[in-house]
């Protein structure tokens, strides 16, 4: 058999199966950052989640897929294990790439949602609060 053959069928067993744990991992421990995100509302969390996955999976497989071929001939063992981890050492960055950019995404949505929460006024629209004591920053009262 043609350690070439041999090369792109150890690849894909690896590559498929990293995919496949990254995305269950991510799915399973960043459910809570999606609820939190979405102000605890655990069906549109689990909802995103389920669209980020699958999303995740198309364009890390189609990456995968579409970087298989390879131009050079596998000859021996070191040449398969050379290209093997030139091959698997790309589909981990592109899998950590992917994942920073979801997780700054997730982290500026997150951050926006906060700064809406701290720019609520303290009292609804058309309402008043009462005087607070009069502190060494108050003006002075009139006719003093």
């Known amino acids: 058999m043609d350690l070439t053959v041999v090369a ?5 067993l690896i590559t498929v199966a990293l995919t496949v744990w990254v ?3 991510l799915s ?3 459910r809570v950052f999606l609820a939190d995100v979405l102000h605890g509302n ?8 389920h669209l980020l ?3 995740f999976y198309l364009v890390n497989l189609g990456f995968v897929t579409l970087y298989l071929k390879s131009s050079d001939q596998v000859a021996n063992a070191r040449e398969l294990f050379e290209a093997l981890s030139v091959k698997v050492g790309v589909v981990l960055l592109v899998l950590g ?3 920073l950019g979801n997780v700054w995404v997730l982290s500026r949505i997150r951050r926006r949602g906060a700064l809406g929460r701290e720019q609520t006024p ?5 309402s008043w609060t009462p005087p607070g004591p009069q502190g060494p920053w108050a003006a002075p009262a009139p006719g003093r």
């Open 28 to 30: 399973r421990n960043g």
């Open 122 to 126: 303290p009292v609804p629209p058309g």
């Open 42 to 49: 655990e069906k549109l969390a689990d909802a995103v989640n």
């Open 8 to 12: 792109y069928v150890i690849y894909l």
């Open 53 to 55: 996955v699958v999303g």
């Open 23 to 25: 995305a269950r991992t």
């Open 97 to 99: 790439v992917m994942h």
